[in-house]
């Protein structure tokens, strides 16, 4: 079966086609183009606006990478949510637009999820808990009674808006996350900052402040590597908590802020600690992608999902543990 | 010195202290921290610990009696509540019996929240009943709260604990009932629980 996916929640605007042969996931090809703001952060319209000028060319990409014919696609995939509003209702647009034009059946795949399941495919891990951090999610998500829940997740802003946000406020532009990491390697001294784990879950809002605060007094190098080191310890910690809970040996990163080595190392190090198996797939498969949909498109179409085009309302607040989980 | 538990972040050892039988809990050093925050944690944690298990007792709840705080090992031992778990006889007990001793636990959890404390952890794993009584463990996720989000969401555990687990929804009721005859803003709570019930995300598995 080959699925052609469409990704757009937030910033990024991608095309894949995926085959699934012998069981296995086949990227045939996967092309993006990420919206990158002049000064601040994502303004969910102009955004929108970079899909719907970018989708055209990039599905056309995607197909010529491939070397397929349009004929031979089978389904249409699209991220149906969770996301900023103006983007999801973009991409769902073309993938209408695609299903009715050639007759193709459609699915919504929800956006988190996709993470998670490409992870399996390229990994080949099993049952893992997923750290899926990335600008707008930080969850923590495993498989348990049938469905994909939730055991952990930010109460406030995601890992990667609090990197951005602080980014911002630093003078680095967006997306922090990669230049934050850089600068932390020179950090030498560790500046105190609140450590906010409640249970299993985290927030962020509070860090900021003070990482912006302590900006004052200290040197942005020892903010970035105090800022890295403490919010990357608490994601390990809720992360250690859910592999403990849930019984699980296998610990997976997804989300564009997993790409980020010293996280990696982090999580790592908690899964030898813990004797557990540490899984990472490859960066473009960490950060927004096509695949992930096209990939989880198939999945879900293969166990018996069907949706009308009438059902294709996207959902801005999609939760991780709503979707009936058919192939698993 | 005999491990009988190793979770997330602590070790929890049976041993004799003074000729009594202890059980001792040691934070455990992690790896994936860099020194200075996890000593600061751990610290932190063991002290809020052993504050929180005071003030219980103080408050008249029943909790194992701390012998003695080990801050270079980020240890406290403490009293060994030989008694059985909640969650093991709970099934056994006859109805009177379970709805005296729900409403020990509704009126033990009343007492701590009137006295500004979280427990965090309030499920049937972590009471302990010895001679009849109740006793209260690990108060390693506990904090100190007097808001009624704090207790709603620590009362919530307990009901998925009761309603999943022990398919008893009588349970509950009961443990809110000993809960609002000795709180007075047991009602609000209550109230704060139903919604939390819609709000429908702590979804967690109940052992």
């Known amino acids: ?328 | 010195m005999e491990m009988i538990k190793k979770g997330a972040e602590a070790e929890i050892y049976l041993s004799t202290w003074m000729g009594r039988r202890v059980v001792i809990k040691r934070r455990i050093r992690k790896g994936y921290r860099i020194k200075e925050l996890d000593e600061k944690i751990r610290k932190q944690r063991t002290r809020r610990e052993a504050i929180l298990m005071a003030e219980a007792r103080k408050a008249g709840v029943a909790v194992p009696i701390i012998y003695e705080i080990n801050n270079f090992e980020m240890e406290i031992v403490m009293e060994y509540v030989d008694g059985e778990r909640l969650k093991d006889i709970i099934e056994k007990l006859d109805d009177n019996e379970k709805r005296r001793i729900c409403q020990e636990i509704g009126k033990s959890i009343a007492m701590l929240h009137k006295n500004g404390i979280i427990h965090g952890d309030i499920t049937t794993s972590n009471i302990i009943l010895r001679d009849g009584k109740i006793h209260f463990i690990d108060f390693g996720l506990g904090m100190k709260s007097a808001e009624n989000e704090a207790r709603g969401v620590d009362l919530h555990l307990l009901m998925e604990a009761f309603n999943a687990a022990h398919a008893d929804e009588r349970l509950f009721r009961w443990v809110m009932g000993g809960y609002k005859k000795n709180f007075e803003k047991g009602n609000e709570v209550e109230r704060k629980i139903e919604e939390i019930v819609r709000r429908g995300r702590y979804m967690r598995r109940v052992e």
């Open chain 1, 1 to 328: 079966m080959i699925s052609l996916g469409l990704e757009g929640t937030a910033h990024t605007a991608g095309v894949s086609i995926v085959e699934k042969i012998d069981g296995k996931c086949n990227v045939l090809s996967n092309v993006s183009s990420m919206y990158r703001p002049v000064r601040g952060g994502i303004h969910p319209r102009e955004a929108a606006n970079h899909h719907a000028d970018v989708f055209p060319g990039l599905i056309e990409k995607a197909i010529e990478e491939a070397n397929v014919d349009f004929s031979e696609i089978d389904i249409i995939g699209f991220s149906i949510g969770p996301g900023l509003g103006p983007c999801l209702r973009t991409t769902a647009t073309a993938a209408r637009t695609l299903a009715i034009m050639h007759d193709k059946p459609i699915i919504g795949v929800n956006h988190c999820i996709a993470h998670l399941e490409i992870g399996r495919a390229i990994t080949g891990c099993h049952d893992p808990v997923l750290l899926y951090a990335s600008g707008g999610n930080t969850q923590i998500i495993a498989f348990l009674e049938g469905k994909y829940r939730i055991f952990g997740e930010t109460l406030d802003i995601g890992i990667g808006n609090c990197l951005d946000k602080f980014g911002r406020e630093a003078g680095i532009s967006f997306p922090a996350g990669p230049e934050i990491e850089k600068i932390a390697k020179n950090g030498r001294k560790y500046v105190e900052l609140p450590y906010s784990v409640k249970g299993m879950d985290v927030s962020f809002s509070g860090i900021l402040t003070a990482a912006l605060h302590a900006l004052k007094e200290h040197s942005i190098e020892d903010i970035c590597y105090s800022l890295q080191e403490t919010c990357f310890s608490m994601l390990a910690e809720v992360t250690e908590r859910a592999m403990a809970h849930t019984e699980k040996d296998e610990v997976l990163l997804g989300g564009g802020v997993a790409s980020n080595k010293r996280l990696q190392d982090i999580i790592k190090t908690m899964a030898e600690e813990r004797g557990a198996k540490f899984f990472v797939p490859p960066r473009q498969y960490l950060v927004d992608n096509g695949a992930m949909i096209a990939w989880t498109a198939i999945l879900m179409y293969e166990s018996g999902y069907r949706m009308g085009i009438e059902e294709t309302a996207i959902k801005q607040n999609f939760r991780t543990d709503e979707v009936e989980i058919t192939w698993r």
